[in-house]
């Protein structure tokens, strides 16, 4: 059965740092696209990060400069290194995959929190 597994969320200071992990099981993996997505507390969950299986990336505005997203095909594994962390960062951190093979398309992680205090 394929499932991502994320780890590395935690408790820190604003201006802190964290980095979140995200890895696929499974055998036979393929995977296109990965992302990391939050939802803090009464918000709709939003993109914070996009990668290519080829290393493009993409950014939300509020996260550009600080986050950094990067993965290892080898390990169908996803990163998440987040600088310089604010209050407003504060939510449940979710990765999601598209999975070409097996044919099953976007997966989502069970979430981790990340919770910034000022």
């Known amino acids: 059965q394929v499932q991502l597994v994320e780890s590395g969320g935690g408790l820190v200071q604003a201006g802190g740092s964290l980095g979140l992990s995200c890895a696929a099981s499974?055998?036979?993996?393929?995977?296109?696209?990965m992302g990391w997505y939050r939802q803090a507390p009464g918000k709709q969950r939003e993109l914070v990060a996009g990668?290519?299986?080829?290393?493009?990336?993409n950014y939300a505005d509020l996260v550009k400069g600080r986050f950094t997203i990067s993965r290892d095909n080898a390990k169908n594994t996803v990163y998440l290194q987040m600088n310089s962390l604010k209050p407003e960062d504060t939510g449940v951190y979710y990765c999601?995959?598209?999975?070409?093979?097996?044919?099953?398309?976007?997966?989502w992680g069970q979430g981790t929190q990340v919770t910034v205090s000022s």
């Open positions: 499974g055998s036979k993996i393929s995977i296109n696209d």
């Open positions: 999601n995959a598209f999975f070409v093979s097996p044919r099953i398309g976007t997966i």
């Open positions: 990668i290519t299986r080829g290393g493009n990336t």
